[in-house]
């Protein structure tokens, strides 16, 4: 049975950091593409990044590219997503998601077929 579980949301203040983390069960050589999406109520999900598993190459939304970092940790099958200089418009639930789907390029917001339950995050001006 697969699993992601999303740990690490909360409330913090503007330019404030949090780290978010995804532990995936149930998934090893399948897997492919890990993702980071969040949704802000009355808005499109949004794929913020993205990390290959092998090879480690990464994507980022322009809106948050230069105050996020994602990372893994293939022994403890982790993905994480630092987050600096938080601003309230990154106010939203952060799903992790996961592609087993191969030839998508990385920037491509298709193919997740598994998800976690989501994690909160607001940020307060």
């Known amino acids: 049975q697969v699993q992601l579980v999303e740990s690490g949301g909360g409330l913090v203040q503007a330019g404030g950091s949090l780290r978010l983390s995804c532990a995936v069960s149930?998934?090893?050589?399948?897997?492919?593409?890990m993702g980071w999406f969040r949704q802000a109520p009355g808005k499109e999900r949004e794929l913020v990044s993205a990390?290959?598993?092998?090879?480690?190459?990464?994507y980022y939304a322009d809106s948050v590219k230069g105050r996020f970092t994602i990372s893994r940790d293939n022994a403890k099958n982790v993905v994480y997503l630092q987050m600096n200089s938080l601003k309230p418009e990154d106010t939203a639930v952060y799903l992790c998601?996961?592609?087993?789907?191969?030839?998508?390029?990385?920037?491509?917001?298709?193919?997740?077929?598994?998800w976690g339950q989501g994690t909160q995050v607001t940020v307060s001006s």
């Open positions: 998601a996961a592609r087993t789907l191969r030839g998508l390029p990385i920037e491509s917001r298709g193919g997740y077929t598994y």
């Open positions: 990390i290959t598993w092998i090879g480690g190459t990464t």
């Open positions: 149930g998934l090893t050589s399948s897997r492919n593409t």
